[in-house]
């Protein structure tokens, strides 16, 4: 079994001033020494934040900024997400050019961002705002994850209930959000323990783990779950959900279509789970995300965004999609040849 893609839940950061930016750039550079990038590394990662954050100050409204650890192949990086509802960009490719400016500035901004990462993604659409996705490694990067998610918390709580986890167990690819009653730590730590057995369960299929799952939370107030497995061969999707965890396949060109979680509570009394397999050829993408994001959403308003990286499109819906007044959490997979 090997895990992929496995990222710590991170800090977010509003970004609407210089003294924010600067916070969040001396808070990288601390995450960068503490994962050992090396000095020419963090001092890349230092450029690169004060480059996205500075764009958020002088262009964005309602700038926000995910930081946080990514792990994968045994390895770790930085991963910054810089999120706003700004005015957009039409052109991203023109943007990042050097010496191309909106404000009478340099212009140097966009284009060093993409020089000085390991891996960068960004999806912008005029009148909605802009995504920025970069990852920061030492040596040559990992592979571009199949899947990616981003949790927040509720407004007033320092951890979510939400969460997400993501593994290959003997050639299944996997993914797992769940969503602990209630808020705050106790919700966390049900949440916490759905994600520790899924990481070490047997290999099965979603059914077999949902079950297990549900064994291994008995001493949590529980939680709604769903867990999916992506297989390329078959070009099929496997799914087992309990309560309200909302799973869609969408595919270009066609409506977005809807899985069945069943009711119940993953930890409590004794759920019936089931297992329903759906249609998954290559180019579709999978979206799973918690009550606290509405559903309301359509992957069609948004010309080229089924083209970006899942992380991209992850952070552009809970951006649009996700609400305040609870924990959300997003999830994007792709099937791989």
């Known amino acids: 079994m090997s895990d992929e893609a496995v990222t710590d839940a991170g800090l977010w950061f509003r970004v609407e001033n210089g003294s924010a930016a600067s916070g969040v750039r001396r808070a990288a550079e601390r995450l960068g020494a503490q994962l050992e990038l090396g000095g020419p590394r963090i ?6 934040t004060a480059e996205i954050t500075s764009n958020l100050v002088k262009h964005a409204q309602e700038g926000t900024v995910l930081l946080r650890p990514v792990r994968r192949a045994g390895r770790a990086g930085v991963e910054l997400v810089a999120v706003d509802s700004g005015p957009g960009m039409a052109d991203l490719t023109v943007s990042s050019r050097d010496g ?3 404000t009478g500035t340099l212009g140097i901004g966009l284009g060093a961002i993409a020089r000085q990462t390991s891996w960068f993604d960004s999806y912008s659409l005029p009148g909605r705002g802009t995504v920025f996705a970069v990852q920061v490694w030492s040596g040559p990067p990992p592979e571009p994850s199949w899947a990616a998610a ?7 709580e320092q951890v979510s209930g939400d969460g997400y986890a993501v593994r290959v ?11 602990g009653l209630g808020h705050g730590p106790l919700a966390n730590a049900a949440t916490e323990a759905a994600l520790t057995a899924f990481r070490s369960a047997p290999a099965g ?3 077999i783990v949902v079950r297990h799952l549900h064994n291994a939370m008995s001493h949590t107030r529980g939680a709604a779950l769903a867990v999916a497995e992506l297989d390329s061969g078959s070009g ?10 909302a799973a869609m396949t969408v595919a270009e060109g066609e409506r977005r279509r809807g899985m069945v979680s069943l009711p119940g509570i993953a930890g ?4 019936n789970v089931r297992e329903y397999d759906y249609p998954f050829p290559l180019g579709t993408t999978l979206v799973m995300h918690s009550d606290g994001v509405v559903d309301r959403w359509d992957l069609a308003d948004y010309p080229g965004l089924t083209g970006r990286a899942p992380l991209v499109v992850a952070a552009t819906l809970l951006r649009d999609a996700g609400v305040r007044r609870d924990d959300a959490c997003v999830l994007v997979a792709r099937a791989e040849p």
């Open 205 to 207: 299929s979603p059914g």
């Open 236 to 245: 099929l999707l496997r799914f087992s959900g309990l309560g309200n965890i």
């Open 43 to 48: 001092a890349d990662l230092a450029i690169v």
């Open 268 to 271: 409590h009394q004794r759920p």
């Open 100 to 102: 191309h400016s909106t």
């Open 150 to 156: 981003l949790t927040r918390p509720i407004t007033g």
């Open 169 to 179: 167990a003997d050639g299944r690819r996997q993914v797992l959000v769940c969503d």
